[in-house]
């Protein structure tokens, strides 16, 4: 088994040390294996070379990619403000990217730039009026989280609704995919005051390891599963569940090295101290 080998990890890692056009990949592979166990301080030190590795080898495109692939995880982690100036980087690195610019519009409105964010909606239909992918998938999830910054949880239920068929199906500007559609379905159900669909939606993000991999939404996802069941039990006023336990100690085991000054760890410690 391969699986959790830190040799084997490091054996095919050095495979990319005389490829510096490939370079920037591995790091930024690298990268999120860090952060997916907590470890904030040096995924941030190792996107910072995947981003100047793919400068080097003249793909803007994947350089934006990689500080998308950043903000997206600050954002999870509850450092809005490092989020919003990666994104609005990416922008500046490649403005002509498709993908690049959904993504961007995505995290811009998550971080208060709903005035930008609308913005890039426009350029977007603009660009590409025929373009199914854009207009299926993008431009709801834009959309919608929008419309859950203007507290329309409701409408953002409704954006959402035609970009169900690729929930599961489509990557982004990664070799995985965030699955965002997921993500913000399941905090509308959580704005309605729905936590066990909200749970719902983040357990497929678990159900999906192939497609999620790596990404920050996957051990975020641990959390929000055991915030959803700590949510269900106070609206019943019923005592936390042995599973609601379990699911707080599922997510800080596989965080018990993280950074200490990560805002959702925090709030996760927190939470789980009041179960007890």
């Known amino acids: 088994m391969l699986e959790h080998d830190k ?7 050095a495979w990319f040390d005389d490829k510096p056009q490939f370079q920037h990949q591995i790091l930024s592979e690298e990268s999120d294996a860090e952060a ?39 954002d999870l982690f509850g450092n809005t403000l490092e989020a919003h100036e990666q994104a609005v ?4 690195i490649a403005p002509d990217s ?15 730039d709903s005035t930008r964010a609308s913005a890039i909606v426009k350029d977007l239909e603009k660009r590409y009026p025929l373009h199914d992918i854009v207009q299926s998938y993008w431009l709801p999830c834009i959309r919608a989280q929008i419309a859950l910054m203007s507290k329309q949880p409701a409408l953002a239920l409704q954006h959402l609704e035609k970009a169900e068929r690729y929930d599961t199906l489509f990557p982004q500007v990664t070799w995985y995919s965030h699955m965002p559609s997921l993500v913000l379905r399941a905090e509308a159900y959580s704005a309605l ?55 707080y100690q599922d997510f800080l085991s596989l965080w018990k090295g993280a950074d200490n000054d990560i805002p959702i760890l925090k709030e996760a410690r927190a939470e789980f101290a009041q179960l007890q």
Do not use: C
């Open 36 to 74: 997916y166990a907590g470890h904030l301080s040096r995924a941030r030190e190792l996107t910072s070379q995947a981003v100047q590795s793919a400068l080097r080898a003249d793909n803007k495109e994947q350089a934006a990619g990689w500080e998308l692939n950043s903000a997206w995880r600050e």
């Open 98 to 112: 498709r993908e690049d610019e959904a993504v961007a519009g995505i995290l811009l409105a998550r971080t208060g």
């Open 193 to 247: 005051d729905q936590p066990a669909l909200g749970a719902k939606e983040w357990e497929t993000i678990l159900e999906n390891p192939g497609i999620v991999q790596l990404s920050a939404t996957a051990p975020i996802a641990k959390f929000q599963i055991a915030r959803s069941l700590a949510r269900q039990a106070g609206a019943d006023k019923s005592p936390p569940s042995t599973r609601t336990r379990t699911a």
């Open 89 to 92: 980087q990416a922008l500046s």
């Open 7 to 13: 040799e084997e990890m490091a054996r095919q890692a």
